[in-house]
C-alpha cells in the first residue's frame, strides 16, 4: 500500500516539475505577442492545480495509510491503537505527526512561493535555448 502511495506522490510531483516545459514547448508553436505573459498565467493556474492534488494527496494518503494500519481516527479518546499490530505503531506515529502537523493547504501554499521561481527559470532556460537554436539555424541559412 505505501509503494501505491509513494508512486502517486511521485508521478504527481514529476507533473509539477515537467509541466512548465511541456507550456513552453506548446507555446513555441504560436506566433504570439505576449508569450511570456500567457505562459506565466498558464503555468501558475495550471500547475498550482497540480499543486492542490498533491497537497491533498499527501493528506488523503496518510488518512489511508492510517486506516490501512488499523489506526482508528474516529474513536475519541486512548483507544485509537488498540488494533495496531506492535510492528506498526511506531510507523503509526510518524504519520499522526504528518497528520496532525501544519495542514495540506497552508502547506501547498508554502511550497508554492518556493516554486515561483523555478517557472521563471524554466522560461529563462526555454528562451535561451530558442535563441540558440535560433542563432544557428540563421547561420547556417547564411552560408
Do not use: C
Not at 94 to 105: E, F, P, Q
Not at 124 to 136: A, E, M, S, V
Amino acid at each position: 500500500m505505501e509503494i501505491l502511495v509513494k508512486a502517486i506522490f511521485i508521478l504527481l510531483l514529476l507533473t509539477l516539475v515537467i509541466t512548465p516545459f511541456l507550456i513552453g514547448s506548446i507555446l513555441d508553436k504560436f506566433e504570439l505577442t505576449y508569450k511570456f505573459m500567457i505562459y506565466l498565467f498558464l503555468s501558475i493556474v495550471i500547475t498550482f492545480s497540480i499543486s492542490l492534488i498533491l497537497g491533498w494527496w499527501s493528506d488523503f494518503s496518510t488518512k489511508i495509510l492510517l486506516s490501512y494500519y488499523d489506526y482508528d481516527l474516529k474513536t475519541m479518546g486512548g483507544d485509537r491503537f488498540r488494533d495496531v499490530a506492535n510492528e506498526n505503531a511506531e510507523r503509526v506515529k510518524i504519520l499522526l505527526i504528518h497528520y496532525y502537523g501544519v495542514g495540506w493547504i497552508l502547506k501547498v501554499f508554502m511550497i508554492y512561493v518556493f516554486y515561483l521561481p523555478y517557472l521563471l527559470f524554466v522560461y529563462l532556460i526555454t528562451y535561451l535555448f530558442r535563441k540558440k537554436k535560433n542563432r544557428k539555424k540563421w547561420a547556417m541559412q547564411k552560408k
